[in-house]
């Protein structure tokens, strides 16, 4: 029951923001259809990663939310870098533009 609850906060106050942020930034970037494709499919496969680790262990869930949510910890440091995909978005997040993110 907790770890449900804690999962359901992490969603609220983690995964729903990010997906928001991340479809901002990336119209923002003005990135090539390919990197788009790149950076969703790194949504795709982390945010039912995160979910299943927020599942699994409640008080990383709580921490990283209040984490994330006050702006201790960057959301880049939710993607999994060893993931080709999100190294568009970590170069997005970085700021760098989109000739960066299209090499």
Known sequence: MISDIAAWLFA???????QAEV???????NLPVEA????QQCVTTQAPLLLERATND??????TAVSVAVGWTPTTQ?????DPNCAVLVRVFSGNG???AAS
């Not at 479809?23 to 970037?29: F, L, M, S």
């Open 98 to 100: 989109s000739e960066d």
């Open 78 to 82: 939710l993607f999994d870098t060893a």
């Open 23 to 29: 479809r901002e930034r990336v119209a923002q970037a």
């Open 58 to 63: 409640p008080s990383w869930a709580v921490g």
């Open 36 to 39: 788009i494709q790149q950076s």
């Open 12 to 18: 609220l106050f983690v995964i729903d923001p990010l």
